[in-house]
């Protein structure tokens, strides 16, 4: 989808702060040379532990450049500071990556190579784009480079997938995207089988990216991240879709994507981006039963039929009938 003090002074005098301390000077004593080499020789050797055993300070708390990306849950998220690239686990489901990005401009220049690869309408699944048939791709559908997605997300498999291809054809890669790449790897999302998955959520902002528009924003990216890590939801969501529905009703959900740039011959991805739209997707601007070809009663049947039959678990406990 479209960031000790100090322990207490211990006093003489019973802790009276007007109590003076008297320094007495040792008496002066000879000191044998040896002693004195021996003393300069320890002082070294500590001074060389003392920089090769010093642990490495700590990065910032979700800060990109750190080895592991901390817990955080949905109001935690949408609460983080945007001026800078973060990256978290979801708290309610760890194998959920979420990254946050200060403007749309550092998302796009990360993420929107990768989306041409993976579900863009038109995009080749075999070949990574260079920078001038990327822009050239973008702008022939009449998108904004910036404004490709709002939000993105990627199974580890997608990732995977799209760096091996890179590397092989030696596509010349944004520093943005081989950072991505850098921390992937660490976080174990580009070692194969991992069922891991990354999505991503805007900066604060004024006008649409107000708090209504992340918070739908996230829920829709976060109802992706459990459909590529959680078995129950995934198979869930293939049977509400191909049985619930009408083929009508499909149709109408897939027209609809295809207008906003998807693959609509991807059938995974139809289906999984459908449900996240008719059911989790609260924030109006974003989308509406006409837009899919249905009106509202039919739209809250269903949506209310998919939540009555989810299964048990954060998102279910989330999502409002």
Known sequence: MTGRRPPWLHLPGGGDPDATFVIRRPPRRRVPQSAILGGIVLAVLFAVLVVFLRPPASAPVGDMTSLEAPLAGESALLGVDTSRVSLWRFADDPAILVMIFPSLHEQAMTLDRIAEFVERAGGPRDRVLDDASLR???????????????????????????????????????????????????????????????????????????????ATI????????????????????????????????????RNFLV???????????????????????????????????????????????????????????????
Request: glycine fraction near 10%.
């Open 136 to 214: 050239a791709a973008i702008a022939a559908t009449g998108d904004s480079f910036d404004t490709v997605y709002y939000g993105h997300d990627y199974r580890a498999a997608d990732l995977q997938r799209f760096f091996s291809i890179a590397s092989a054809d030696q596509v010349a890669l944004d520093p943005e995207e081989l950072l991505l790449k850098d921390e992937m790897q660490q976080l174990g999302l580009l070692t194969p089988g991992d069922v891991g998955a990354l999505i991503t959520m805007p900066p604060k902002g004024g006008g649409l990216m107000d708090a209504s528009a992340r």
């Open 218 to 253: 996230l829920r829709h990216e976060l109802s992706h991240g459990l459909y590529f890590t959680d078995m129950a939801y995934n198979s869930y969501v293939r049977q509400f879709w191909q049985n619930s529905m009408t083929e009508g009703q499909r149709a109408g959900m």
């Open 259 to 321: 207008s906003e740039g998807y693959d609509g011959t991807n059938k995974d991805l139809m289906r999984n981006e459908g449900i996240a739209y008719l059911v989790h997707t609260a924030d109006r601007r974003f989308f509406t039963a006409q837009v899919a070809g249905m009106d509202d009663a039919t739209a809250r049947e269903l949506r209310d039929s998919f939540i009555a039959g989810m299964p048990a678990g954060w998102l279910r406990a989330r999502t409002a009938p």
